[in-house]
């Protein structure tokens, strides 16, 4: 399903103490949007209405939820907020958005596969049709549960997100600062989802009126090694880290973590310029840093106590 609106757009965003909320309030004043941010708790459909009588939008983005702090093993000892969060809020949103003609872009996640034999490394990606086969964590439990609910609602697009990445080094929920703050890490293909590139692209999709599930990627999939190389080339030719095994890596984490292939064909459909991961990688997080070299390989050095 793809209606353009003809309207004047006015957005209402949620999420607005969240990393990927507080970028796209960024995006869109920089766009000259009308917008704004939602004062609502998303348990809260009374607080919702009002906000709906308020700003008046002709489109909803929800990047609002829980990932956990630091991260998502956080979640495995918080399920009742977790549920809270990710399921009722957002459905709760979802089904305000649908009883007032509002089209929803949601935020989601990708983190709700893992390889399988039909789906090995190297070869097919999981699309937008195949139904979530990891539930391996809580946070990926909860996340599942809600996009299979969110196909009902004919309003409402789905973005699959995956490890999200912004060219900050330093900034801890960017998934390469998080690997190479490590010593060691696991090496393995994953898609994701390079934000300077792709997030403005979530806006013209919402304009466009998409809906549905969409695997919200950039094309390929790229390793831990491959990027932590890319680093020590651009960066500081010294970097060193070392490699552990999945059942290894357990031993140090809570919940099990997702590790998938996306297919891309819709988002390619959509917008044909998109980069493939590792040539966005370099254009919009590894050449900005070597213009910086010195200063992030300080910064990074210090980050990691060397």
């Given amino acids: 399903m793809t209606v353009e609106s003809t309207t004047e757009q006015v957005f209402l965003v949620y999420g607005r103490t969240g990393w990927i909320g507080g970028l796209v309030g960024d995006l869109l004043k920089s766009q000259g949007a009308k917008w704004e941010y939602g004062t609502a708790r998303l348990e809260d459909r009374a607080a919702i209405l009002a906000d709906i009588a308020r700003v008046n939008p002709t489109h909803v983005l929800c990047a609002a939820g829980i990932t956990g702090r630091p991260n998502v093993d956080w979640c495995e000892s918080h399920k009742i907020e977790t549920i809270r969060a990710n399921v009722i809020g957002c459905l709760n949103l979802a089904d305000v958005c649908h009883q007032n003609n509002i089209h929803m872009t949601y935020y989601g996640t990708g983190c709700i596969f893992t390889y399988d034999e039909a789906h090995r490394i190297g070869g097919k990606g999981f699309t ?3 139904d979530a086969n990891f539930r391996g964590s809580y946070y990926s439990h909860t996340k599942a549960a809600v996009e299979d609910l969110l196909r009902q609602y004919t309003n409402v697009l789905t973005l699959r997100v995956r490890m999200p990445i912004v ?31 792709l997030l403005p692209l979530s806006l013209e999709m919402a304009k466009r009126g998409l809906t549905g599930v969409l695997n919200f990627t950039n094309p390929g999939a790229i390793s831990h090694n491959e990027i932590l190389q890319l680093y020590k080339e651009y960066v500081d030719d010294e970097f060193v880290w070392k490699n552990f095994s999945v059942e290894e890596q357990a031993d140090v984490i809570v919940a099990p973590r997702s590790n998938n292939m996306l297919e891309t064909k819709r988002i390619e459909r959509e917008f044909p310029e998109v980069m493939d991961i590792k040539t966005s990688l370099i254009k919009y997080v590894f050449e900005p840093a070597r213009e910086r070299r010195e200063e992030v390989k300080a910064a990074v050095r210090e980050m990691r106590g060397r």
């Fill in 128 to 130: 937008e049709e195949d």
């Fill in 167 to 197: 060219a900050n080094l330093l900034y801890p929920r960017n998934f390469i600062t998080k690997i190479i703050k490590y010593d060691k890490v696991i090496d393995i293909p994953n898609s994701m989802t390079v934000l300077p590139e």
